[in-house]
């Protein structure tokens, strides 16, 4: 089962996330199929592909809850 959820990266008490499409049964940080966006929690700093969200969505990969947040958060703010 495809999964979209966060990839941790950045340094010591300064991290970052990349918004991946990844097998459910890989760590955190294993390799994912595809990136599809970018958020830093430090400046709210948000960049996602909704239109490859909502390709994935629809051929069935279950969406993180924070994920599910930022997405929303990128509609309002459009």
């Known amino acids: 089962m495809l999964k979209i959820r966060l990839k941790k990266y950045g340094r010591k008490k300064r991290p970052?996330?990349?918004i991946?499409?990844?097998?459910?049964?890989?760590?955190?940080?294993?390799?994912p199929?595809?990136?599809i966006g970018f958020y830093n929690?430090?400046?709210?700093?948000?960049?996602i592909n909704?239109?490859?969200?909502?390709?994935?969505?629809?051929n069935g990969a279950q969406v993180?809850?924070?994920v599910l947040a930022i997405?929303?958060?990128?509609l309002t703010h459009s």
């Open 71 to 74: 997405c929303s958060k990128a």
């Open 33 to 35: 199929i595809e990136e």
């Open 20 to 31: 991946v499409v990844i097998d459910s049964r890989k760590r955190r940080d294993g390799r």
């Open 16 to 18: 970052s996330y990349r």
């Open 50 to 58: 909704l239109d490859k969200v909502n390709t994935y969505k629809q």
């Open 41 to 47: 929690p430090l400046t709210n700093e948000t960049t």
């Open 64 to 66: 993180s809850k924070i």
